[in-house]
């Protein structure tokens, strides 16, 4: 069976959309990196807290404005209203149980 000149024009048309709808390699990388407390069972709340020098006390703790998928952006949100960035079990109270950001059962870097 002989293609006709149309049928291949469309077949190609076809092939560039969809190659052109793929993701690119930043797509995949956002898309691969564990957002922020999501992988700390029981410490899933992103908060922005006032620390003792401990490290232990959290104090004052407010959620961010918008979810962060990445724990610099987080970090650098929580410092910029002169806070700590926070993984927290118990949201509205002025005692949290939090964790910092960058403990992890699966090790997550600040890179």
Request: net charge negative; charged share 20%.
């Amino acid at each position: 069976m002989k293609a006709t000149i149309p049928a291949l024009a469309v077949a190609a048309i076809s092939f560039l959309s969809c190659a052109a709808a793929l993701p690119t390699a930043e797509g995949v990388s956002k898309r691969q990196e564990i957002p922020p407390c999501s992988n700390l069972p029981g410490f899933f709340l992103q908060q922005c807290c006032n620390v003792d020098e401990t490290g232990y006390l959290n104090t004052n703790c407010r959620s961010p404005e918008e979810w962060f998928y990445n724990i610099n952006d987080f970090s650098q949100r929580c410092a910029a209203d002169e806070k700590q960035a926070r993984c927290c079990s118990a949201p509205n109270l002025d005692l949290n149980s939090c964790v910092d950001p960058s403990f992890s059962p699966i090790g997550i870097s600040r890179e």
